[in-house]
């Protein structure tokens, strides 16, 4: 079972909780686990009935298309999964059986080393070519960041080896053995879908101890027998884990896992902390006394902690920010401002919130006005609603509002389809329906594509002006801000009215300045006069 395709834009998920485990008994259309996407989270249901065997644990972050899990179909051998960590087994058994013989005797480690070393050369010499996953239907190549790893260093199952760049994402490689790495293309390089990477020799970390005596030939056997219990050694982590104890400086063997097999999981690798206590014991006999004396004087004059912490990008910061930075690099955008005496709005809410809560049970926004003010400035500037498709332009008789919603995992646009045709407390109650969806993130790929003109809402967080960018492939977006008391000039007379600064982002390939500065100041004249949204004029 693999991950399915979730959206057009969407080359890598992220496995949540699973709700079965390794070796449960499932039923076709039970629900496995739960993945995670950058827009959406989706159950993921078992496609036949069996025995479940897993093949991606918790945090684990698959391109479209890679392999979730497998369903044993009854009937079937149950030793079928943990064929393959028995296979590498036999390595280390004739160690374990050749052990007690040279513990009597001292001297007879060589002859035993011998023998060990051809069956390791020969597991050596089978090498494992890990080549450049698909990792979207347009992608053709994909570029090397950065190695974790060195040439020639022992690396572990799912241990993270490099990442790789698309241009559209960034994921990790993580190992598809145990074994020694060899590297084939260096960071930097370029690689087309389906080139060889490195290599993993496997057998080679089963030589090293073979020629050792026989005190550390328990510790390699140790973890083929996890392996067989579970079907994942103790001390493997994920790759997520396993990034974070890099940054950490930790050594997988210091942490005890929670996940299947003694896998070490994101919340361990978290929650682990470098033993520093055996450190500082030889620094100070050896290290000269002045060095203690800086480091002692230095927090003093800082006033302060200055720690630092590092965390890996979540998918959606990294899709927002790729995408925020292609619409800055492909459009032609610019700003233009505007200002909105808010109070006769404000007026007509204190005269008619408690009826109009009332009678539908949804509060009164200012929301719902600029929404209406919106449609109607659209209808009468076209192209502010249209979209640049290649070399023509498509324009839009409906009018599908995006609002940008802030979460806690960052922000996502719902659509209002066909707001044109809806009324006040229509808005109001889709406003409220898509927010509350957004912070529990359940809104579906579906709600959040589409759109034709966007708003976003600033003000609630104290902006008084700002130039927000295009939400692509929309051409316009329109950025409220907050409501400041000011004097103004009314009928020949200084007045304070509540003033909001308003600013409309546009594309001005396909939009005239004529029309953005007339397509703002029509929503002015609506907004100031909201008897105009209601009859139309």
Sequence with gaps: MKVPPVGESITEVTVGAWHKKEGDSVKRDEVLCELESDKASFEFPAEADGVLHIMAQEGDVLPIGAVLCTIEAAGASNGAAPAAPKAEAPAPKPAEQAAPAPQPEAPKPEPASQPAAEPAAAAASKSIEMKVPPVGESITEVTIASWNKKDGDQVALDEVLCELESDKATFELPSEAAGTLRIVAEAGATLAIGAVICRIEVG????????????????????????????????????????????????????????????????????????????????????????????????????????????????????????????????????????????????????????????????????????????????????????????????????????????????????????????????????????????????????????????????????MLSTPIINAPQSAILGMHNIVERAVVVNGEIVVRPIMYVALSYDHRIIDGKDSVSFLVRVKQLLEDPARILLGV
Excluded: W
């Design 204 to 463: 080679a970390a089963v030589a090293q101890p073979a020629a050792q005596p026989s005190a550390p030939a328990p510790q390699p056997a140790a973890e083929p027998v996890a392996a067989q219990a579970d079907g994942y050694a103790a001390n493997h982590p994920s790759p997520v884990a396993a990034k974070i104890l890099a940054e950490k400086g930790i050594d997988p063997k210091e942490v005890n896992g929670t996940g299947i097999g003694g896998r070490i999981m994101k919340e361990d690798a978290v929650k682990a902390e470098k033993p520093a206590a055996p450190a500082p014991a030889p620094q100070p006999a050896a290290a000269p006394a002045p060095k203690p004396a800086p480091v002692a004087s230095a927090p003093a004059p800082a006033g302060g902690n200055r720690g630092q912490r590092r965390e890996r990008m979540s998918s959606l910061r990294k899709t927002i920010a790729r995408r925020l930075v292609a619409v800055k690099n492909e459009t032609a955008m610019l700003t233009t401002f505007n200002e909105v005496d808010m109070k006769p709005i404000m007026d007509l809410r204190a005269k008619y919130k408690d009826k109009f809560k009332d009678k539908n049970a949804v509060g009164l926004g200012f929301m719902s006005f600029f929404t209406k003010a919106i449609c109607i400035a659209l209808q009468d500037f076209p192209n502010v609603n249209a979209t640049i498709d290649g070399d023509s332009i498509v324009y839009n008789d409906y009018c599908d509002i995006s609002i940008a919603v802030s979460t806690e995992r960052g922000l996502v646009v719902p659509v209002i389809r066909n707001a044109e045709s809806m009324d006040f407390a229509g808005i109001e109650k889709e406003i409220i329906r898509l927010a509350v969806l957004a912070r529990d993130n359940k809104l579906t790929i579906e709600q959040m594509t589409g759109g034709t003109f966007t708003i976003t809402n600033g003000g609630i967080f104290g902006s």
